[in-house]
């Protein structure tokens, strides 16, 4: 594991994630169900438009909500730590090794807790009537399965941590194992997936 200490969302971050596939789109490379994405193609002509022009894709999809909780993150990060007794550790950018081939970037290590070694710790900020279903729920949402495993596949950690918060309400922590099965199959697509992008990038360049 190669971790690279920067600041999220900042210029050297945005440079560093070009042309390279991430955790959190992990369902443009593979179903939940282990099988091959529809958007696979879609998503490596993306990142080979990036390699290119050294410029990133626009945001798909933004709004005043997603902005408010982005601004929260470190307020949903100090009441992990305050419930959880735990420190936490920023970092930019994650690689499984020295390839660099693909990546994620978590909310944040969790350091040496009293559990089971070094994990990772996906935040989500949310409206209040989305963490009343998540409380109901009680379970990881579906939509962050890939996202978690591609993070655990990089890392090599045994679990991921998801707290999901929203204010004046009881946050929702789930503690994500691996799944074996799901991360071999996601190691298969994602080599196929690279090894196809570096061939469309070297025949348009």
């Known amino acids: 594991m190669i971790k690279l200490l920067m600041e999220q969302n900042s210029p050297e971050w945005v440079t560093e994630k070009l042309g390279k596939p991430s955790a959190s789109r992990c369902s443009e490379i593979i179903s939940p169900k282990g099988k091959p994405s529809a958007s696979a193609k879609p998503y490596m002509y993306e990142l080979a438009s990036e390699r290119i ?23 949903a990060r100090d009441l992990y730590c305050l419930v959880n007794e735990v420190e936490l550790e920023s970092v930019g950018v994650v690689y499984r090794d020295e390839k660099k081939q693909y990546l994620c970037s978590p909310d944040a290590l969790v350091l040496n807790p009293i559990f089971s070694g070094d994990e990772g710790l996906e935040c989500k900020n949310v409206m209040p009537k989305t963490q009343v279903k998540r409380l109901i729920d009680n379970v ?23 707290f999901s918060y929203a204010p004046c309400m009881r946050p929702l922590h789930i503690r994500v194992q691996r799944d074996e099965k799901f991360i071999a199959l996601l190691e298969i697509e994602l080599n196929l997936f690279c090894k196809r992008l570096d061939e469309i990038t070297g025949a348009i360049r």
């Open 53 to 75: 022009t050294g410029a990133k894709n626009p945001d798909k999809y933004t709004n005043n909500f997603i902005q408010e909780g982005h601004d929260r993150e470190q307020e």
């Open 140 to 162: 990881l949402p579906s939509e962050y399965f890939g996202q978690i495993q591609f993070s655990l596949l990089v890392t090599g950690f045994k679990i991921w941590n998801f």
